[in-house]
């Protein structure tokens, strides 16, 4: 069974950093492009930053550069967000998502439904 798992979030105060984790199992990530995506509550889903396959090329929303950093690591079969600066705007569920590299893209990058398999969630709060 394929299967994302999230980790990493908390309660962080502004300007706080925090570093998630998304790892897979049942499946190698080596052939899925990630992405990282966070719902706030009342708003839709909002892409934030992916990852290629092979890690070669990363994007950002505008809201996060800077700010963010993508990456992964083939040998945990993990991809993390290390997020700084955290702001209160940054609130809300992380999740992160996988397609496969073959997949064309029909939408954006950052349209969720581009993407066919999801973890449960990281909240993540950013709060004084």
């Known amino acids: 069974q394929l299967q994302l798992v999230e980790s990493g979030g908390g309660l962080v105060q502004p300007g706080g950093s925090l570093r998630l984790s998304c790892a897979a199992s049942?499946?190698?990530?080596?052939?899925?492009?990630i992405g990282w995506f966070r719902q706030a509550p009342g708003k839709e889903r909002e892409g934030v930053s992916c990852?290629?396959?092979?890690?070669?090329?990363?994007e950002y929303a505008d809201s996060v550069k800077g700010r963010f950093t993508i990456s992964r690591d083939q040998a945990k079969n993990t991809v993390y967000l290390q997020m700084n600066s955290l702001k209160p705007e940054d609130t809300g569920v992380y999740y992160c998502?996988?397609?496969?590299?073959?997949?064309?893209?029909?939408?954006?990058?950052?349209?969720?439904?581009?993407?066919?398999?999801w973890g449960q969630g990281t909240q993540v709060t950013v709060s004084s």
């Open positions: 998502a996988a397609r496969h590299r073959s997949q064309v893209v029909v939408t954006t990058i950052f349209h969720p439904s581009e993407y066919d398999y």
């Open positions: 049942g499946f190698t990530l080596d052939f899925y492009h």
């Open positions: 990852i290629s396959s092979g890690g070669d090329m990363t």
